[in-house]
């Protein structure tokens, strides 16, 4: 799987840029604020729909135009691909097309080119809130089944409903005659949502694991335990199962939700622990510790999109070497001598053997691929 070309109009900081890209190692420099990240993001668009930074697709548009696009050639299944996006501001639905031919939604371009990506945010993620690991692990998920990707979309949508209906209750009680049927649909859709978090935190953490070992040189024993809300025994059950365990979670938090007008229970507030050698990552971890986990959870991320589609996914590291001591480094960069990455940085000179340089200035190419 390779991104060979990219174009962008109105994307970002960037009006107007071709570039073409080397099938290994492309490496993004440049000053700060000058476009490095952009780039990065534009390419994660580009195969998923979704950017690991705007809540909104107007902010990606460049300031004063009223629309931008996103367009990409790849090599993957064996063939030369064409992605494009239109983006338009303003709430306007954006536009997708595959081969030249329109789409409706993400999901019909599965699989036409995965990444992986690995920011400075990533490497303190086990240290976080809860959410970034839920962000973290649903990104993956997205890209590996669509189809979880469009029960999480009808997941937030009701739970959404359901949020304005707690909010709006006093001012208007008849809605109350309807929570019940949204409570059953969130716990039909939720039952998918765990059923699918279970298996693939299960894979990743045992991927993980093998990494993490490497990594330490044996001396410490990586798990990951996935945790659900509290009536699901087995997150491995049928689905009916969890279904009706959430429905039974649900209704012991009937009367308090409607005191705090919030939905406070359901695979919304899932989380996963990593423990190093049976103790908690997050609660005793050291810095270090916790950087070589997150590190080893990425590699196992890629590991898993490869071993499911059979071609290694795009792997996208923004600005994430700079903040690895010596060691980690290495270890990283060992284990990316297979597939296509972007490694944005601005100091180079570490790094420029590695493969193809690109530099950003303002939003253009101050100078094209050339041999480090």
Known sequence: MKLEALKLQNFRNYEDLE?????????????????????????????????????KTGEMIRFGQSYGQIEGKIF?????????????????????WHNGVKKKTAG??????????????DLMVLKAGASARRRLGDQALCQLRPNYDAALAEYNRILEQKSRILKDRHENPALLEILPEYNARLCQVGALLISYRARFYDSLGKAAAEYHKEFSGGAEEFSLQYRTVSTVKDAFAPVEELR???????????????????C????????????????????????????????????????????ESGEEPVLLLDDVLSELDPKR??????????????????????FTKLGKTVEIEKGNIKAPLVKG
């Open 19 to 55: 570039v073409e890209f080397d099938p290994g190692v492309n490496l993004i420099v440049g000053q700060n604020a000058q476009g490095k990240t952009n780039l990065l993001e534009a390419i994660a668009y580009l195969g998923s729909g979704k950017s690991f930074r705007a809540q």
């Open 76 to 96: 993957s299944q064996e063939r030369t691909q064409s992605l494009r996006w239109v983006l338009f501001d303003h709430g306007k639905p954006r536009q997708i």
């Open 108 to 121: 019909d371009i599965s699989g036409v080119m995965s990444t992986v990506l690995f920011c400075p945010e």
């Open 244 to 262: 009706a365990a959430l429905s039974e979670h649900l209704q012991s938090h009937y009367r308090a939700e409607l005191e705090t007008a919030q």
């Open 264 to 307: 406070l229970t359901g695979p919304h507030k899932d989380d996963f622990d990593v423990f190093l050698s049976g103790i908690s990552l997050k609660a005793f971890g050291s810095q270090g510790q916790t950087r070589t986990a997150a590190i080893s959870l990425k590699l196992a991320q890629r590991q898993l999109q490869k071993r």
């Open 329 to 350: 480094q290495d270890f990283v960069l060992n284990k990316i001598d297979s597939g296509q990455v972007f490694i944005t940085c601005c100091e180079p000179d570490r």
